[in-house]
């Protein structure tokens, strides 16, 4: 099973969100199926086969996550961030202020979910191969 800290080795080469599906094979090839990221605080949850799971403790000083969405917002600022404007930090403040309280990566259908803090599905996203 993989470990934290092999994760924590694979997104060190992550620079922006242009590097982001070297990142997402490298964790797959790990074994990872999937995580839950939550923007409030950086924390992760990740599953991998046979109910295998660990989870990386929070990353940086809670945000408050917007109570109203802003998609318009998000769409403009998730597209900074792939394009590599925006380092991860940034990003996840960005997500806050448009009301993204997480996202879920399925490895499996190589998708990334975006949802707001009553569950709201705001954005998926085909995760480049």
């Known amino acids: 099973m993989f470990t934290?800290?092999?994760?924590?080795?694979?997104?060190?080469?992550?620079?922006?969100?242009?590097?982001?599906?070297?990142?997402?094979?490298e964790i797959k090839a790990l074994g990872v199926l999937g995580y839950d990221a939550y923007v409030a605080d950086g924390r992760i949850d990740y599953f991998g086969a046979e109910g295998y799971t660990t989870s990386a403790p929070a990353r940086y000083d809670r945000l408050e996550i917007a109570g109203q969405s802003d998609?318009?917002?998000?769409?403009?600022?998730?597209?900074?961030?792939?394009?590599?404007?925006?380092?991860?930090?940034?990003?996840?403040?960005?997500?806050?202020?448009s009301g993204v309280e997480k996202w879920i990566i399925d490895m499996d259908r190589m998708t990334c979910a975006y949802y707001d803090k009553v569950g709201n599905e705001l954005l998926i996203e085909n995760i480049p191969q």
Not at 4 to 25: C, L, N, T, W
């Open 4 to 25: 934290i800290e092999q994760i924590r080795q694979a997104h060190a080469k992550v620079k922006s969100g242009a590097d982001f599906p070297a990142y997402m094979r």
């Open 71 to 97: 998609i318009m917002q998000f769409r403009k600022d998730l597209k900074d961030h792939q394009q590599g404007l925006t380092d991860y930090l940034t990003f996840c403040r960005d997500c806050a202020r």
